[in-house]
């Protein structure tokens, strides 16, 4: 009966189709960019609890986070440890960054405009902020690209835009749901995404994942509590300072 059993599942694997035999002919490049463009700012606003796991440089970090996400640029970050401690709170207006670090006592608060550099020291992820909102929101974006076209990549549906020696590859599921992004310059990968869990209710991914070699970076974020698309006070991306704390300026 072992071997009857052991011989079903072969004969099972070997009959299920692979993603190339789903398609007798591959869907228009016209078709998957359609898609994208149709998708492409649905999503404006985020509002959800996150198990977040961070590698930088080969240190791991893990932390439950509350993330408040709006496009373009807004973004606060209510983090706490694994016994519910809160060591961090970041909150930036698109204009001005403000962060409450409470890892010491006293705590240190720091205030100044929000760019690039000041946002990545604090939440190290290298990316603007513009860009890791559109990531965080199903909406990774599209290279300027002069040639387009779809194949086979690894058993999924991939597009694939090039520009040069710069490229995009989009990946696809069976039901021709984005999951995943890949951004290369002359042949080497700088940015990769990936979506999974995508819920049935709104199509959002509840899993996202992405790494940036170059800067020995991986973060995955795990969605829950999540709501899309609601209103959010703008006081929400402003901090306040703790009373008796001064304030440290950022450059």
């Known amino acids: 009966m072992r071997w009857l059993f052991i011989g079903l599942l072969v004969f099972l ?23 994208l463009a149709l998708q492409s700012g649905q999503h404006r606003s985020l509002d959800a609890e996150a198990s977040v796991s961070l590698t930088a440089r080969g240190k791991y970090f893990s932390s439950q986070q509350f993330l408040l996400l ?7 970050a209510d983090v706490l440890t694994g016994f519910g401690q809160l060591v961090l709170q970041l909150a930036s ?3 001005y960054l403000a962060v409450f670090l409470n ?14 550099a ?6 190290r992820i290298p990316l603007a902020a513009n860009d890791l909102l559109a990531l965080l929101l199903y909406d990774p974006p599209l290279i300027v690209y002069q040639e387009s076209r779809v194949l086979i990549m690894s058993d999924q549906l991939g597009l694939m835009l090039t520009a040069g020696d710069n490229r995009q590859e989009l990946l696809f599921d069976a039901r021709m749901r984005l999951i995943g992004s890949r951004y290369y310059a002359k042949n080497e990968l700088q940015l990769k995404v ?4 995508i819920s049935e209710a709104d199509m959002f991914p509840r899993k996202v994942k992405i790494e940036v070699p170059g800067e020995e970076t991986r973060v995955t974020l795990a969605y829950s509590q999540l709501e899309l698309n609601k209103p959010i006070d703008p006081a929400k991306f402003r901090l306040k300072k703790p009373v008796n704390i001064d304030v440290e300026t950022l450059p």
């Not at 709006?70 to 606060?76: M, Q």
């Not at 890892?103 to 690039?116: E, I, N």
């Not at 990936?194 to 869990?197: H, I, L, R, T, V």
């Open 13 to 35: 694997s070997g009959c299920a189709p692979s993603l190339q035999n789903q398609w007798s002919e591959l869907p228009p490049a016209a078709q998957l960019l359609n898609k």
């Open 70 to 76: 709006e496009r373009p640029d807004h973004l606060r």
């Open 93 to 95: 207006d698109g204009e």
């Open 103 to 116: 890892d010491s006592v006293p705590g240190r608060f720091f205030h100044g405009p929000a760019s690039y």
């Open 118 to 123: 000041n946002i990545s020291r604090f939440i």
């Open 194 to 197: 990936d979506y999974e869990k």
